[in-house]
T-cell receptor, first 112, second 112 residues
């Protein structure tokens, strides 16, 4: 089956710096990728998604890059703030919202 | 708007007991979902609903039942709880079948 994993369980970043969280997936048939943020004790929060026919998509202070050749995607957060401290996980879909494989998450710690 | 709410927040059950988790949303969303989140694993879809009166199985439906009698509510039932069902359960909703889902705060269930 599909596997989705993040490269680092924890990432520490200085406030104001840019953060890059990386994710790898295994299924080359995956056609949709999603990033979520989960703060401690709360439910996941949708951040941004990207279709497989795109290489890059930008949102508010976030950019997702997709490299299908090496089955890798990344989430870049610009000017990281203390409120960005959370667990970030990626997900990949190979058949709509019913067939999504979620990763386990990278904990982003923002150092003031 | 309260968004997605879940009741209860915490529950401890003995093996064999039954219980119902309640999810409510006030966003008039058609689709609703139940996930479980276990340590070291990503979210897994249990059941989902594409509208009032409908339900469908997700990735890990065994041991659970659901009902969607009203559009705003989605109930998850455990008829005979097992220790393997110890988990954090999240409900989510979306306008249509999409990846931008809105999650509730979760229910932490322990089965002893």
């Amino acid at each position: 089956g599909e596997s989705v994993g993040l490269h680092l369980p924890t990432l520490s970043v200085q406030e104001g710096d840019n953060s890059i969280i990386n994710c790898a997936y295994s299924n080359s048939a995956s056609d949709y990728f999603i990033w979520y943020k989960q703060e401690s004790g709360k439910g996941p929060q949708f951040i941004i998604d990207i279709r497989s026919n795109m290489d890059k998509r930008q949102g508010q202070r976030v950019t997702v890059l997709l490299n299908k050749t090496v089955k890798h995607l990344s989430l870049q957060i610009a000017a990281t703030q203390p409120g960005d401290s959370a667990v970030y996980f990626c997900a990949a879909s190979s058949g709509g919202y019913q067939k999504v494989t979620f990763g386990t998450g990278t904990k982003l710690q923002v150092i003031p | 708007n309260a968004g997605v709410t879940q009741t209860p927040k915490f529950r401890v059950l003995k093996t064999g007991q039954s219980m119902t988790l309640l999810c409510a949303q006030d966003m008039n969303h058609e689709y609703m979902y139940w996930y479980r989140q276990d340590p070291g694993m990503g979210l897994r879809l249990i059941h989902y609903s594409v509208g009032e009166g409908t339900t469908a199985k997700g990735e890990v439906p065994d041991g659970y039942n659901v009902s969607r009698l009203k559009k705003q509510n989605f109930l998850l039932g455990l008829e005979s709880a097992a220790p393997s069902q110890t988990s954090v359960y999240f409900c989510a909703s979306s306008y249509q079948g999409e990846f931008e889902q809105y999650f509730g705060p979760g229910t932490r269930l322990t089965v002893t």
